[in-house]
Structure formats: structure tokens, C-alpha cells
């Protein structure tokens, strides 16, 4: 089946205008044009690699510019609340990171649950160093809720992995040294970080401070490229493969057999966490709040929310829209 190739207009916001972009690269506009405008990982690190040599990169903070007031109470509040809280977190202490990620499958699609999906990502000029920060409700031990530390830890380990697969799959044939530096946050520290893990002074393998308080802080795990456990799926990287033959950079090229070996993992790769992570997407609808036995649809756009119809979502899509789509 072909592809439908339409402009890129996802919910991201260049930093300074096309037009600056294209001046500065003298890129062929319809390169830019051609990158698949689902938000995937994959797409993403695609269309940065045509760019690498610019610094040039998107930033989605202004998705986040919403004032909590106007928002709409839901279960997508406090994962909207929590990324903007650690957006600003970045934006008062290290402000070479930028957003570009905030709710992303490796490719399109390959999310099926909900711990398949990654949280936050944020990049440097280099665009090739990554930091991934997990946002995740409230610690709790009691072994039920599948909200404790040792899912959290586990679920972001898995993460960093990922993306370090896909990195090496996308960046194989440069000469970069890429490196992936994660963490997760929660209520319990305010949505805050350890500031040694935005650093950009230290080598990617640091550890976390000392903790001073009671609260253990999360730990900082460090993904590079002589230590990721390889976690890509057949089914991935043939759809990775799909995408790099619609970039025209590197056109009906397909990943060599030797860096397939390398980022080709299985299923056991998958982190043990407790069932609840193990379940299917989402069952609460956003706008009527009831729980279904079905599937739910996602909102394609922010993929944030899920409504057990269309009807729901036409129904919260006044509220919703000050946060979906901005700009
Ligand atoms: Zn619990
Ligand atoms: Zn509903
Ligand atoms: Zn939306």
C-alpha cells in the first residue's frame, strides 16, 4: 500500500521560521516535506539526521504554553501537567535541551500498551546526544496499582534501549558518537530532576546524587553505543526501513544485514512490570470518564487522550483543543 504523502504539519514548532531552516541547510523544501507527519520516534530522528550538520531541530514546549485553568479535568490533565511542569524544569536550569518527543512509539504503531509508550525526549545541537525523561504518576508499594519504583525503573531502562536501537538504526552509517542519558519523574519530586542529569558537562555515564532527603531518587541510566541491549522488532524495522525509503536523502536504502543483527532484539527484551503495564491502552474515556471493556480510540494528534467514541470526541474538542494542536 502507498503511503500518502501530504506537507508535514504536526503539532511541532520550528525554531525560527521555515524558511530561516531552509536558507541556512539549502535544503530541497520537498525533503522536508516528504518526512511522514506522525510524530514516531523513527520519522523523527529521520528527518533530524537530513539536518544534523545544522543544529536545527523542533521544539513541541509550545503544546505546553496551555494555563492549567483552561484545562479540561481528565486523566490527560496530569500527564499534560506533568510534561509541562518538566519542560519548565528545563527552561530554568539547562536550556540547550529541547523538547522534541512528549508521548512517542518507536514507529508508527508499535505501541500496543501503555508501557510501550516513551515519555519526554529532549536534544542537544548535537542531535545526536538524548536525554529521556518518563513522567509517571504517584509511587505507591502496594503492589496492586503497578505504580512503584521497581516498574518505573524497569520501564525507563527498556526506553533508553529502545531509542538506542533506533538510533544506531537510523545514525549506523555516521560517524557520531550517540548516547541516550534517561531518568523518570514523579509528583514525589514535584516533576523536578536531579540537576546533574541535564548537565551537559559530564560524560553520558553519570550516577545520580546521593540522596538527601527520604525520598530516593530516581536513578540515571546511561545508554551508549558499545552498551544497549538491541530491542527492535522485525515488524519495527521493516516499517523503519518504510520510512527511510520515503526520505529522499537516503533514498531505497535499506538497513544493512550487520546493523540489523545489531539492534534486532525479542520480546523477552520487554521489561517484567507488574499487570497493569502488561494491559491493553487506556480504558477510561477522557471526556465521560467511564470505564469500557473495549479498546479506545486515541487522538491521533496529541495522543494523550482516549474517547470511547466520536461522539466523545467531538464532545471534548472544545476543551481539548486548547491543548491539542497549539500553533
Ligand atoms: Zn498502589
Ligand atoms: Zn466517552
Ligand atoms: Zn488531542
Not at 482516549?306 to 491539542?324: D, I, M, N, T, V
Amino acid at each position: 500500500m502507498r503511503r500518502r504523502r501530504r506537507p508535514y504539519e504536526g503539532p511541532q514548532t520550528p525554531v525560527g521560521s521555515l524558511d530561516d531552516i531552509l536558507s541556512l541547510t539549502g535544503a530541497n523544501p520537498l525533503k522536508i516535506m516528504t518526512v511522514s507527519d506522525d510524530a514516531c520516534a523513527a520519522s523523527t530522528l529521520i528527518q533530524y539526521r537530513m539536518f544534523r550538520d545544522y543544529g536545527v531541530c523542533t521544539s513541541v514546549d509550545s503544546l505546553f504554553d496551555a494555563p492549567p485553568e483552561t484545562l479540561p479535568e481528565g486523566p490527560s490533565r496530569e500527564r499534560y501537567l506533568a510534561r509541562k511542569s518538566v519542560i519548565a524544569w528545563f527552561k530554568a536550569h539547562e536550556r540547550q535541551w529541547t523538547p522534541i518527543l512528549y508521548r512517542y512509539e518507536i514507529v508508527k504503531a508499535s505501541a500496543k500498551r501503555e508501557r510501550d509508550w516513551g515519555h519526554l525526549i529532549f536534544v542537544d545541537m548535537s542531535l545526536c546526544r538524548f536525554l529521556l525523561v518518563m513522567v509517571y504518576p504517584s509511587i505507591c508499594d502496594c503492589g496492586e496499582c503497578g505504580t512503584n519504583r521497581h516498574d518505573y525503573e524497569a520501564m525507563t531502562k527498556y526506553h533508553a534501549h529502545r531509542f538506542m536501537s533506533l538510533l544506531k538504526c537510523v545514525y549506523h552509517d555516521l560517524e557520531i558518537e550517540g548516547w541516550v542519558r534517561a531518568t523518570y519523574t514523579t509528583p514525589e519530586q514535584n516533576y523536578t530532576l536531579d540537576p546533574k542529569f541535564a548537565s551537559p558537562f559530564e560524560p553520558p555515564d553519570i550516577n545520580s546524587t546521593e540522596d538527601a532527603g527520604s525520598i530516593p531518587r530516581p536513578p540515571i541510566i546511561c545508554v551508549k553505543s558499545d552498551n544497549f541491549v538491541p530491542c527492535l522488532l522485525l515488524s519495527e524495522l521493516e516499517k523503519i526501513d518504510n520510512l527511510r525509503a520515503q526520505d529522499l536523502d537516503s533514498p531505497g536504502q535499506s538497513i544493512p544485514p550487520h546493523v540489523r543483527a545489531q539492534v534486532l532484539g525479542s520480546k523477552d527484551a520487554r521489561p517484567g512490570v507488574g499487570s497493569v503495564w502488561q494491559q491493553r491502552n487506556s480504558r477510561r474515556c477522557s471526556h465521560c470518564g467511564i470505564l469500557k471493556e473495549k479498546n479506545l480510540m486515541l487522538c491521533s494528534k496529541c495522543k494523550l487522550d482516549y474517547y470511547c467514541g466520536r461522539e466523545c470526541q467531538k464532545l471534548a474538542w472544545p476543551s481539548h483543543k486548547r491543548f491539542c494542536r497549539q500553533g
